[in-house]
C-alpha cells in the first residue's frame, strides 16, 4: 500500500470517529397551529442557532432559502436560564422580520418553556414549546 493510501484510510478512519456535533430542535406553536417557529439549534455552551423554519398566515420562512419560503437571517440569538430571544431578519439584514421570546421554568424534573412571536407585518402569538 502507497504512503498517499494509508494517509487517505487514516484520516477516513479519524474523520469517522470523530463525534458529531449534538443538535436539538425547539419546536413552538400558536394555539390552532396560527403560526410556528422550528429552531434547530447546535448543543453547545452558548446559543448557536443553526436552522430556522417559521410559518404562518400561509406563508413560510427559512434560513436555508427552501423553494417556496422567504430567506430570513438569523440577526441576533440571546440565551440563559430562563430566558430565550432570536430576531430573524431580512437578507440584507436592513429589518427584523420576526422575533421569538421565550421564558424558561423548571422544577425537579419539569420543564416548561413558552413566550411570543411576532413576525412584522403579518401578526404576533402567544406560543408554547411542549418539547424541549
Request: with cysteine; glycine share 8%; hydrophobic share 50%.
Amino acid at each position: 500500500m502507497t504512503y498517499r493510501a494509508v494517509a487517505a484510510i487514516t484520516l477516513m478512519l479519524v474523520a469517522a470517529a470523530t463525534p458529531a456535533l449534538a443538535t436539538e430542535s425547539i419546536v413552538c406553536s400558536a394555539e390552532s397551529d396560527a403560526a410556528s417557529i422550528d429552531v434547530l439549534m447546535g448543543h453547545t455552551a452558548v446559543i448557536a442557532v443553526a436552522r430556522v423554519w417559521l410559518d404562518a398566515g400561509g406563508r413560510n420562512w427559512t434560513t436555508d432559502g427552501q423553494p417556496g419560503s422567504t430567506k430570513v437571517i438569523v440577526g441576533q440569538a440571546f440565551e440563559d436560564d430562563q430566558h430565550m430571544a432570536i430576531d430573524l431578519t431580512d437578507e440584507g439584514i436592513s429589518s427584523i422580520v420576526a422575533k421569538l421570546r421565550l421564558v424558561k421554568a423548571s422544577e425537579q424534573s419539569n420543564f416548561a418553556m413558552g413566550g411570543t412571536l411576532s413576525i412584522d407585518g403579518v401578526g404576533a402569538w402567544a406560543v408554547t414549546c411542549p418539547e424541549f
